[in-house]
């Protein structure tokens, strides 16, 4: 009894120092845990966390250091650059691997608006193959394209131009290797429509040609700008997004009205900043010639008279900034 007693005394009179230790052993075990977590993101490892700046709790302020590391909204800004309308001439065509390969390797990618030949039978595959085999074999970046009128709809046989144009750039960005491009969305029978995502940014390309040489089929151009117009709806408000980003060759005339009266009331009902780039009239550009005021208009200068244009949006402040940079013809 007289042990009994003993024993239960001095386990009394240890407990709270036992307890205590153990609760700081925790604690400092919790600190290591959020030091090594830090650290893991300074060094880009994964810690489930969205990619922004991660920046460690101050120390001494337990309240904070409590719920882990403190955010920094911070999104790198995305680059890009835009051409179009090239190559025509013979000129341009013996320039246009070097127009390519001058390009700066500070972008995410690359896009060609259309029109990467001038008008012909299209029976010939060499056109289409100069334009893919200087891409691949010049670009640092990936490349997108949407399909101009010259590319196929103004041939003599639309189908055989569509073909061609189909058979060397459709599902063209797969061809270089960056693992993002593998989750570019595409349209479920029109293909050529494509969607993707960069750090907050919507990107949104629609197969939209001039009509200067008139429309072959009303029916079929209809159904042509619904399916472009429910794209571009089925995009902005399923994925979440800053500012949305629209290419296509054609810009807004009469014969485009179902899609630019259709993309202006997306555009209001958004909120959200858009910026619509295309070519086609094959001079600079910059406006809001739309019903919705939130819609930047964009025409980049044909590739015969300018490199690419060089277009950077950054997310960072109250505003989304989007800047362009317009670059000379190389010799």
């Not at 250091?65 to 790198?76: D, E, I, Q, T």
């Not at 003599?156 to 750039?169: E, I, L, M």
Request: charged fraction near 25%.
């Amino acid at each position: 009894m007289v042990c009994l007693r003993s024993f239960i005394a001095v386990a009394a009179y240890w407990l709270p120092f036992v307890a205590s230790t153990r609760i700081r052993a925790s604690g400092e075990i919790n600190e290591q845990e959020r030091k090594d977590r830090n650290l893991s993101a300074a060094k880009g490892h994964s810690t489930n966390s969205p990619p922004d700046l991660i920046i460690p709790a101050p120390a001494g302020n337990n309240s904070i250091s409590m719920l882990g590391p403190r955010r920094l909204s911070y999104r790198k800004p995305v680059s890009f650059y835009v051409m179009g309308d090239a190559p025509y001439s013979s000129s341009e065509r013996d320039r246009f691997p070097d127009q390519v390969k001058n390009v700066p390797s500070d972008a995410e990618f690359m896009i060609h608006v259309g029109d990467m030949k001038g008008v012909d039978t299209c029976q010939s595959d060499r056109p289409y193959e100069l334009v893919s085999d200087a891409f691949l074999e010049n670009s640092v970046m990936p490349v997108f394209l949407v399909p101009g009128d010259n590319d196929y709809y103004d041939c003599d046989d639309w189908r055989t131009g569509w073909n061609k144009w189909s058979s060397f750039f459709l599902y063209f960005h797969q061809k270089f290797r960056r693992g993002w491009v593998s989750s570019v969305n595409h349209q479920l029978g029109r293909e050529e429509n494509f969607s993707f995502k960069r750090r907050g940014i919507l990107f949104v390309g629609v197969h939209m040609v001039g009509t200067g040489r008139g429309i072959k089929n009303q029916k079929k151009w209809k159904a042509l700008l619904s399916d472009d117009l429910e794209w571009t709806r089925e995009q902005v408000t399923s994925l979440e997004h800053k500012v949305v980003v629209i290419f296509s060759h054609a810009g807004r005339t009469p014969d485009h009205d179902i899609f630019f009266d259709g993309l202006s009331e997306l555009a209001k009902e958004s909120g959200r900043p858009f910026l619509f780039i295309h070519g086609d009239t094959h001079r600079w550009q910059e406006d809001q010639p739309f019903a919705a005021k939130n819609i930047l208009r964009v025409v980049v200068d044909q590739g015969g008279i300018a490199d690419p244009l060089k277009v950077t949006i950054d997310l960072n402040g109250e505003k989304p900034d989007i800047s362009f940079k317009r670059r000379p013809l190389s010799n």
